[in-house]
Nanobody, 128 residues
Framework: QVQLVESGGGLVQAGGSLKLSCAAS????????MGWFRQAPGKEREFVAS????????NYADSVKGRFTISRDNAKNAEYLQMGNLKSEDTAVYYC?????????????????????WGQGTQVTVSS
């Protein structure tokens, strides 16, 4: 059974930092892109960041560029999202996702339907 489990969410003041982690089990994703999405109440799930299979290429939503950093550790079958200078509009449930599609070594998908596996989500709340 494949599972993605996020951790590290919580309540933080505006301007603060949090680091999310995603641990995968049941299969390895070392050869596949992974990503982070978020969903605020009443809104659609939106792309945050993605990383290629070897970490050599990353992709970010414009709203988080320069503030968030995605990384991965294939030996641990895990990915991470370091979030800095957090704003109230970053408040959402954050989801880890893994793709099974391969579209070249720099593949960093940004669409929900490009991902197959999803975590259960972790809440991030930024107070102003």
């Amino acid at each position: 059974q494949v599972q993605l489990v996020e951790s590290g969410g919580g309540l933080v003041q505006a301007g603060g930092s949090l680091k999310l982690s995603c641990a995968a089990s049941g299969r390895t994703f070392a050869s596949h892109a992974m990503g982070w999405f978020r969903q605020a109440p009443g809104k659609e799930r939106e792309f945050v960041a993605s990383i290629s299979w070897n970490g050599g290429s990353t992709n970010y939503a414009d709203s988080v560029k320069g503030r968030f950093t995605i990384s991965r550790d294939n030996a641990k079958n895990a990915e991470y999202l370091q979030m800095g200078n957090l704003k109230s509009e970053d408040t959402a449930v954050y989801y880890c996702a893994a793709s099974l599609r391969y579209d070249g070594p720099y593949y960093t998908p940004a669409k929900v339907d490009e991902y197959v596996y999803w975590g259960q989500g972790t809440q991030v709340t930024v107070s102003s």
